[in-house]
């Protein structure tokens, strides 16, 4: 069975940091790219990050590029969402999600989009982040 747990949710204030972790089990970790996702109240869930193990590449929304890092430890079969200079608009829940290979954002390979959900095979049961001003 694939199970997907987000760890590290928190509140902080402006500016403060939070690192989100994502243990993955019940699959083979370097077959499948690990993406984040997040959805405030009363909004769509919008993609944040996603590593592509498969490409060894890194994708970043617009939002948070500069201020979050994501990275994977193959050995601990996680992977990390570091996030930096947290502002109240990145307040949501936060969701891992793992998709079988091959995802990109066009530029370099031919891969399915990594910023949509659909393209996602399994996902975690998400972890709160609250961000105060």
């Known amino acids: 069975e694939v199970q997907l747990v987000e760890f590290g949710g928190g509140s902080v204030q402006t500016g403060g940091s939070l690192r989100l972790s994502c243990k993955a089990s019940g699959l083979t970790f370097d077959d499948y790219d690990i993406g984040w996702f997040r959805q405030a109240p009363g909004k769509e869930r919008e993609a944040v990050s996603c590593?592509?193990?498969?490409?060894?590449?890194?994708h970043y929304a617009d939002s948070v590029k500069g201020r979050f890092a994501i990275s994977s430890d193959n050995a601990e079969t996680t992977v990390y969402l570091q996030m930096n200079n947290l502002k109240p608009e990145d307040t949501g829940v936060y969701y891992c999600a793992a998709s079988f290979g091959g995802l990109s954002d066009g530029s370099r390979h031919y891969g399915s989009p990594w910023y949509r959900a659909v393209e996602y095979d399994y996902w975690g049961q998400g972890t709160q982040v609250t961000v105060s001003s």
């Open positions: 590593i592509s193990h498969t490409y060894r590449e890194t």
